[in-house]
């Protein structure tokens, strides 16, 4: 006891039973480090690999699409389906009456009296009788029903307003694939016999250690094992080595550093929108998503729609998205070109970024595209600087500028091993007798006749009032400022980028000075596109996609573009460009232009100008239409005129009898007008066409649905 009357708690329990002493227990090994997550399981990955993918239309987002007829199946408006049902339910309710009250006679009744045995009808057992009279009552009425419920067509207003319409659908249950039609189980590398890696591939897919951009890449790879462009053993070595981290992209990427749209690498779709549940939208098409992948992007595409549509936002960068995953999976290279702070993503998610007039920028860009000849050379650069001045009918061209260039480019890397810098060939195109002349007289001492004559039917030209080294001069004095100087270095002590890489999986963005440098940015966005149209035109291996991408294609549209363009579907190439009005193209390129390129979208706020281009190139089709007559009915009699008076007085109308024609007549698919006002914010129309010539026809779409 305390000294306060209370009973000490710690003796009244008892002491634990002393153990034994023995080695200390070892708490299991935890499966994570302290503080991160537990790694993902393969399961998100698995569903998405063995997601069905069914042949569909171009245009249609195959991911977990369910195919629709192609014609629109026949539905009974709601109030006709109805009043039929009414009706119907109304005529067997009479037929029954008067059946069972005799009006209609009782020869209903003689199957019973014929088929049935007289001791079954004489029967004196009330039960019997009642059973089988009453059965036989049940029958005809069924039968009855039946007939009158097909004729009311019931069971379509039980589908559609009755329970099975309550309920939401239930949930499809995933059977487990197939083993030998299992994309997880890579079957396509056990038939070839690399079972080892197969199996090594399957487990990093269940471990969740696989991305979709490595199972794109891991795919590449085998198909060029196939082609004979790798062995199999340096295949076989590599994953066995890395899993899924095998045959990575040069940067060592396995995936962007974030996504904004939804992607599909196994079709290699990218989601733009959702097709709208419209009745100018073909039946297959309506209510499905819609993507876009490089066999329609091999046709070009420009789109078309005023500041703040969402040209960059719903469509450059969605396509710029998939492109770079497409890089990452060594599919494809791409070339992206706008004003620097567009929205062209962050630039971790680009492997070059060339940021003109900027003074951090890593990267220069090469003035003659890293061709050695002269001729190519003028040529690319003479569509740079005057492209847009030549006539812009579609044989128009700049061979005379390319002329005067090369008569100055040749001589000049004769002697000096290289191409002049942009203030040597505006000095040298202005005529400065100092640079020509020790031009001439290093010539003259390499005993270099050839180029000598060039060079002297050049200072023969320049004499003549319409020499075009003056025009040219002028263009090359707009990349002669203070804010490109360190850029289009031609001595080798900046790192330039040369469009020639677009033999290898890069990805590249070129950031315009718009600010201030409005002519300048035209002139470069022309020289990428000629430097572009070139390098993938003298590609060896076309098995990679190429695709430029300018945001902004003001001024870049000349005659030898829309030439070019037209060209690059045979080099496993395309372009997309994107403009705010076809006023921003020649009168006489605006056809051309649409014509050249497969995919065309007009986006909401179009003008009636534009929409008109639009309506004539998507052309016109066969439609139904119905024209209908009411024709005022004149009674004759009293009775009937007393019947059209009261008729009057309860509809507010004359009697009237309708006429209606049904025709064939040719519309444009989509007018001017509709165009320009029926096609809301946040939508646009499109059509599309593939490199093996599928097309869609103009459809009505909803961006980032």
């Not at 950031?511 to 572009?532: C, K, N, Y």
């Amino acid at each position: 006891m305390d000294s306060d009357g209370t009973q000490d708690a710690r003796v009244t329990r008892a002491d634990p039973v002393p153990r034994p002493a023995g080695p200390p227990r070892i708490p299991p090994r935890p499966a994570n480090a302290p503080g991160l997550p537990p790694p993902p399981d393969g399961s998100a990955f698995l569903t998405w690999l063995r997601a069905p993918r069914p042949p569909a239309v171009p245009g249609v987002w195959r991911f977990g699409h369910r195919p629709r007829p192609e014609q629109e199946p026949e539905r009974t408006p709601t109030r006709q389906l109805l009043g039929g049902a009414l009706i119907s339910f109304l005529v067997g309710w009479l037929i029954w009456s008067l059946l069972w009250n005799g009006y209609l006679g009782g020869w209903w009744v003689l199957p019973l009296e014929l088929f049935t045995p007289d001791s079954w009808l004489h029967d004196n057992d009330r039960v019997q009788n009642a059973f089988l009279w009453y059965g036989y009552y049940t029958v005809i009425a069924l039968a009855i029903m039946i007939a009158v419920g097909r004729l009311g067509r019931w069971g379509e207003v039980w589908r559609r307003f009755g329970p099975p319409a309550w309920r939401p659908a239930a949930p499809v249950t995933e059977r487990p694939p197939d083993p030998e039609a299992d994309p997880a189980q890579w079957n396509e590398l056990r038939a070839a016999g690399a079972h080892e890696v197969a199996d090594r591939l399957a487990a990093e897919a269940r471990s969740g250690l696989m991305r979709d951009v490595d199972h794109a890449r891991i795919a590449r790879a085998w198909q060029g094992v196939l082609s004979g462009r790798h062995s199999l053993a340096t295949f076989t070595g590599a994953v066995l080595e890395d899993g899924a981290a095998a045959c990575l992209h040069p940067s060592g990427k396995r995936d962007l550093p974030a996504r904004l749209a939804r992607h599909d690498l196994i079709t290699g779709q990218v989601r733009l929108g959702t097709t709208v549940d419209d009745p100018r939208n073909p039946y297959a098409y309506r209510g499905t998503g819609l993507g876009v992948d490089p066999d329609l992007l091999g046709t070009s595409l420009v789109a078309v729609g005023p500041a703040g549509s969402g040209k960059t936002s719903t469509v450059v960068w969605p396509l710029t998205e998939s492109l770079c995953l497409h890089a990452l999976a060594g599919r494809a290279a791409v070339v992206v070109v706008g004003a620097a702070g567009a929205g062209l993503g962050p630039a971790d998610a680009y492997d070059v970024v060339v940021r003109i007039g900027h003074p951090e920028s890593v990267y220069d860009l090469d003035l003659y595209g890293g061709t050695t000849d002269p001729d190519e050379a003028a040529a690319v650069l003479a569509e740079a600087l005057v492209g847009d001045l030549a006539d812009p009918h579609p044989g128009g061209d700049s061979r005379r500028s390319t002329t005067v260039l090369a008569q100055l480019l040749g001589p000049y890397r004769a002697v000096h091993g290289r191409f002049p810098s942009v203030p040597e060939l505006r000095q040298l195109l202005d005529g400065a007798p100092g640079p020509l002349a020790a031009l001439r007289k290093a010539l003259e001492d390499s005993g270099q006749d050839s180029l000598l004559r060039e060079l002297d039917a050049r200072a023969r030209q320049s004499a003549h009032p319409g020499d075009v080294g003056g025009v040219l001069a002028d263009r090359v004095a707009l990349l002669d400022r203070p804010a490109f100087a360190p850029f289009f270095d031609t001595s080798g002590r900046s790192r330039p980028f040369s469009l020639r890489a677009l033999d290898h999986p890069v990805r590249v963005r070129v950031d315009l000075p718009e600010r201030g440098h409005a002519d300048a940015s035209r002139i470069l966005a022309r020289l990428v596109l000629a430097q572009f149209t070139a390098s993938v035109a003298a590609r060896e291996d076309r098995s990679l996609f190429a695709c430029l991408l300018l945001d902004d294609a003001t001024g870049v549209v000349t005659p030898e573009a829309v030439r070019a363009i037209q060209r690059l579907r045979s080099a496993n190439a395309g372009a997309v460009l994107t403009l705010r009005t076809l006023d921003d193209v020649p009168r006489p390129l605006r056809g051309p232009l649409l014509g050249a390129t497969g995919c065309r979208m007009a986006l909401s706020g179009l003008t009636p100008w534009d929409g008109q281009d639009f309506a004539e190139v998507w052309g016109k089709e066969w439609t139904e239409t119905r024209d209908v007559t009411d024709r005022q009915i004149i009674a004759e009699t009293p009775a009937g005129k007393a019947l059209h008076m009261l008729r009057r007085v309860i509809t507010g109308h004359a009697p009237t009898a309708r006429a209606v024609t049904v025709r064939q007549v040719e519309r444009e698919r989509w007018s001017a007008s509709e165009l320009a006002h029926a096609v809301p914010p946040g939508h646009a129309v499109l059509s599309l066409t593939g490199v093996r010539g599928e097309h869609a026809p103009p459809l009505l779409v909803k961006l980032r649905g």
